[in-house]
């Protein structure tokens, strides 16, 4: 098919999306349904993130046990029975000494924060691929939405009204970074701009439109 054509096909198909009965601002998803949306997804999201996160707590807490060795040496004292000593110059020679209190404690403080640590990197890491493949991939798929705008009845477009490819859904949902990074200003775009685009909508060429438009 050639440039030409297809350019036509695409006009025909938003010609006919104009020409609903219902006027054109009515095609678009307002701000409250987007919200609701959201509400949707992020309740999905939180849960998803939740069981994730106990999953590496478990993962991780089984894969420091091989560092109990570790705290068993330097800590070895707090396993001793003191309560039944055989006499003063033996109780005196079971007393913990400074150092090796100081010793016990920096080994403890030490796992918890490489555990801590590596528990956040993971996290971090793991929320973002989620939370994007998410979006991208329901998105561009024959939903052509989230479950949230699916279960209201919206939908994810490009601007001639035609389904959006896995490549534009990525990429709309990273452009939801520059919404956020001005003061989440990007977000309350869809109050006042013409098709109801938030500002990664406009970096994308999309829209969200109600699911009685059908597209191609």
Same mark, same amino acid.
């Given at each position: 098919?050639?440039?030409?054509?297809?350019?036509?096909?695409?006009?025909?198909?938003?010609?006919?999306?104009?020409?609903?009965?219902?006027?054109?601002?009515?095609? #678009? %998803?307002?701000?409250?349904?987007?919200?609701?949306?959201?509400?949707?997804?992020?309740? *999905? !999201?939180? +849960?998803?993130? =939740?069981?994730?996160?106990?999953?590496?707590?478990?993962?991780?807490?089984?894969?420091?046990?091989?560092?109990?060795?570790?705290?068993?040496?330097?800590?070895?004292?707090?396993?001793?029975?003191?309560?039944?000593?055989?006499?003063?110059?033996?109780?005196?020679?079971?007393?913990?000494?400074?150092?090796?209190?100081?010793?016990?404690?920096?080994?403890?403080?030490?796992?918890?924060?490489?555990?801590?640590?590596?528990?956040?990197?993971?996290?971090?890491?793991?929320?973002?691929?989620?939370?994007?493949?998410? #979006? %991208?991939?329901?998105?561009?798929?024959?939903?052509?939405?989230?479950?949230?705008?699916? *279960? !209201?009845? +919206?939908?994810? =477009?490009?601007?001639?009204?035609?389904?959006?490819?896995?490549?534009?859904?990525?990429?709309?949902?990273?452009?939801?970074?520059?919404?956020?990074?001005?003061?989440?200003?990007?977000?309350?775009?869809?109050?006042?701009?013409?098709?109801?685009?938030?500002?990664?909508?406009?970096?994308?060429?999309?829209?969200?439109?109600?699911?009685?438009?059908?597209?191609?």
């Amino acid at each position: 098919m050639s440039i030409s054509a297809t350019l036509n096909h695409q006009n025909q198909d938003k010609n006919s999306a104009l020409n609903n009965s219902q006027p054109e601002s009515d095609l #678009y %998803a307002n701000f409250l349904l987007r919200s609701l949306a959201w509400l949707i997804d992020f309740s *999905i !999201l939180t +849960l998803a993130k =939740v069981i994730l996160s106990i999953f590496i707590g478990l993962v991780l807490i089984f894969m420091s046990l091989s560092s109990v060795s570790e705290v068993n040496e330097n800590c070895s004292f707090l396993l001793m029975n003191y309560s039944d000593p055989t006499g003063p110059i033996l109780r005196e020679q079971m007393l913990p000494k400074e150092d090796d209190s100081e010793k016990c404690l920096q080994t403890i403080v030490n796992l918890i924060t490489q555990i801590g640590s590596l528990f956040v990197v993971l996290t971090t890491v793991l929320f973002t691929i989620v939370q994007w493949l998410y #979006y %991208a991939i329901s998105e561009s798929s024959n939903w052509q939405a989230s479950p949230g705008k699916l *279960i !209201l009845g +919206l939908k994810v =477009v490009d601007t001639n009204f035609q389904k959006i490819s896995f490549a534009r859904a990525s990429g709309r949902h990273f452009a939801k970074l520059l919404s956020l990074l001005c003061l989440g200003f990007g977000y309350l775009m869809p109050l006042f701009t013409e098709r109801k685009q938030a500002l990664h909508d406009l970096v994308a060429n999309c829209v969200i439109v109600k699911n009685n438009l059908k597209t191609s």
